[in-house]
């Protein structure tokens, strides 16, 4: 072979190499679109607001794409604050659910024998809240609708045909609800206005439909847009909030080192925000603005009253540069933070989180300000930028978010607290109770707010810890962070992450999430008898499980063995001996070892969430 052979040779095989390559980045990008769409809602808002009657005047314009294969010939609105009326389907839930959540309902009873009286049924005229649509156009021609609760039903003159971008045009008035629930005035702190879901918002249309929930208790989904809006208010109020102010030389507040004065009784905010799902805001007169630019990384803002306790204001200046290691922390172990702002608010009743930003009670300890911040924050990533339908798959946002967020806390404060013990402990208490409903249950459906809390917070985080347990810490954190590259902004489902992680371990995993999330089945192993060096295991939940083990020899030695899920078709990487994989129909598992032996310990790392840790060691 001559040398220009050889060289044809080499050249040819190069590029049938770089062809394989670009096969299989085209296949990893075409698993990641093919198929896949979202609508586009693109929102220009103004609003006037009298913060002596808490009313407020608004007009609407969205440019609505329909990138769905499918013809809608109707939409839906979400009308949020029509749920704080005597009427309404949250009021009736508050007075028929066993356990209300506690800032909706008072106990007018004993503690014995509780009696809960809902808030919202107290409220009077001017206390409830409501958006009231007075017209609707579609591209410029009036529509049609029916309210019904919190959800407004459109029919629409001419359907929407797929790839088509059509206008509507609303005028509407609103009341600001009491604080009862995230959303309302005058807070428990004193905070003036927490506006959260404040504006008729348009439904989510996807793959499974449309998704107009009535507004009972739970959180919310929407449809990515880029949203404009003005806000006009007493000069005298802060506002924080959602986006970019635009006019930051105009309204000073903070926003900018220039003295400003305004002329007028009144200044009109500018706000943009790119590629969001929703839009809130907070104002007060009391507002301290501080501003803390994070390292390649955006600006923090920070906005709390100033007739907070001493303690409290000193808090609020302690957990900023906090804030700024949190933010670092999650753009590292998720990915990077998209926009250019983060705002730490408060106001509303807790914790909750929003586009770009938290609301959250200010008058707090030092340690808790640190880490509902901590945990609200974490929710940018899991909701706001992923935002999994939390109506349907809460625990994928609140446990996730809890995971990362209790890392995070654990770095930033420099603690050596022994993680997710209290996650495990308040799953396996709920999946003993008789009380626990699987996870596919829509977060409105639960029987008990306690089970709803404990299945979104706690297991949902157990199912993120407990994965670890099962394809390996490494494959997890990996994981992590290729389901933030391939779902950023695209509404992933939970099987989209259980799809993720086995393309990261080369493991099968449906089993996991049909088990641990779609049924109640539950993790008992027990070591069912020792035999000189024979040991024997048992499965007694129905819920299987690859096995880590320790065994102590009578020679005081030991040694770790891992039995494989004969359905994993694999193993996790482990630096102990590899026994043959265990089939989920044999209830029974025996092996021999190479000495006599003195103690078994099923799951030393105590990862797995097994129900009945007392059968799972031998010996002493």
């Given at each position: 072979m001559t040398k220009i052979d050889r060289i044809r040779v080499f050249m040819t095989a190069l590029a049938v190499l770089c062809t394989l390559q670009i096969q299989a980045q085209d296949a990893k990008i075409t698993y990641k679109t093919e198929g896949y769409w979202q609508q586009q809602a693109d929102y220009t808002m103004a609003i006037d607001m009298d913060v002596k009657t808490?009313?407020?005047?608004?007009?609407?314009?969205?440019?609505?794409?329909?990138?769905?294969?499918?013809?809608?010939?109707?939409?839906?609105?979400?009308?949020?604050?029509?749920?704080?009326?005597?009427?309404?389907?949250?009021?009736?839930?508050?007075?028929?659910?066993?356990?209300?959540?506690?800032?909706?309902?008072?106990?007018?009873?004993?503690?014995?024998?509780?009696?809960?009286?809902?808030?919202?049924s107290k409220l009077k005229d001017d206390e409830i809240g409501y958006i009231k649509v007075k017209s609707l156009a579609q591209n410029g021609k009036p529509l049609q609708f029916d309210v019904e609760g919190t959800v407004m039903i459109v029919t629409l003159n001419k359907p929407i045909v797929s790839g088509e971008t059509v206008e509507f045009d609303m005028e509407f008035d609103g009341q600001v609800p009491v604080q009862i629930r995230r959303s309302g005035r005058n807070n428990k702190e004193g905070v003036a206005l927490s506006m959260a879901q404040w504006y008729p918002k348009l439904a989510e249309y996807d793959d499974e439909g449309w998704h107009a929930d009535?507004?009972?208790?739970?959180?919310?989904?929407?449809?990515?847009?880029?949203?404009?809006?003005?806000?006009?208010?007493?000069?005298?109020?802060?506002?924080?909030?959602?986006?970019?102010?635009?006019?930051?030389?105009?309204?000073?507040?903070?926003?900018?080192?220039?003295?400003?004065?305004?002329?007028?009784?009144?200044?009109?905010?500018?706000?943009?925000?790119?590629?969001?799902?929703?839009?809130?805001?907070a104002a007060d007169k009391e507002y301290i603005h501080d501003r803390v630019q994070v390292p390649d990384g955006p600006m923090l803002h920070f906005f709390y009253k100033s007739s907070l306790p001493k303690e409290n204001l000193e808090n609020w200046k302690k957990m900023q540069p906090k804030t700024v290691g949190l933010m670092q922390y999650f753009s590292e172990h998720i990915g990077t933070y998209p926009y250019d702002q983060y705002s730490v608010i408060q106001g509303g009743d807790g914790g909750m989180e929003y586009g770009m930003c938290t609301l959250i009670t200010g008058k707090r300890s030092y340690g808790s300000l640190v880490g509902v911040t901590a945990h609200e924050m974490a929710h940018s990533w899991f909701q706001f930028i992923l935002a999994t339908n939390e109506a349907k798959h809460e625990w994928v946002d609140e446990g996730f978010t809890e995971y990362i967020s209790d890392l995070a806390m654990q770095k930033v404060m420099n603690t050596n607290n022994k993680l997710f013990t209290s996650a495990y402990n308040r799953y396996i208490g709920l999946a003993v109770s008789g009380y626990e409903q699987p996870l596919t249950t829509h977060a409105d459906r639960y029987n008990f707010n306690q089970a709803y809390s404990i299945a979104a917070y706690s297991k949902g985080c157990v199912f993120i810890v407990q994965l670890g347990y099962v394809i390996g810490d490494e494959h997890l954190k990996t994981t992590i962070k290729r389901f933030y590259d391939d779902f950023a902004f695209k509404h992933p489902k939970p099987m989209d992450f259980v799809r993720t992680a086995e393309r990261v371990s080369g493991l099968e995993l449906d089993w996991y999430y049909m088990d641990f999330a779609q049924t109640i089945n539950v993790i008992d192993y027990a070591v069912e008898s020792v035999n000189d060096k024979t040991i024997t295991l048992a499965r007694l939940g129905a819920m299987p499980m690859p096995i880590d083990l320790t065994v102590t020899y009578a020679d005081g030695t030991t040694e770790d063995f891992y039995i494989p899920l004969r359905m994993m078709r694999g193993e996790k990487p482990t630096s102990a001996r590899v026994l043959d994989d265990w089939a989920w129909a044999f209830q029974n598992y025996s092996f021999e070892t190479s000495k006599t032996v003195k103690s078994v310990q099923i799951d030393p790392s105590n990862l797995m969430a097994d129900v009945n840790k007392e059968n799972n060691r031998f010996g002493g």
């Open positions: 808490f009313q407020f005047k608004g007009s609407q314009n969205i440019k609505y794409t329909n990138h769905s294969p499918d013809v809608l010939d109707r939409v839906y609105y979400h009308l949020y604050f029509n749920a704080f009326q005597p009427g309404s389907e949250m009021n009736a839930r508050l007075q028929s659910i066993v356990d209300p959540d506690y800032r909706m309902a008072t106990n007018i009873g004993t503690s014995e024998q509780p009696v809960y009286e809902s808030r919202i009535p507004y009972i208790s739970r959180e919310f989904h929407g449809v990515w847009g880029n949203f404009d809006v003005s806000i006009t208010i007493d000069k005298d109020y802060t506002i924080a909030g959602t986006g970019y102010l635009q006019n930051a030389d105009e309204i000073g507040h903070g926003y900018t080192d220039k003295t400003v004065e305004p002329k007028t009784d009144k200044l009109t905010w500018k706000f943009k925000a790119p590629n969001v799902h929703d839009f809130t805001w």
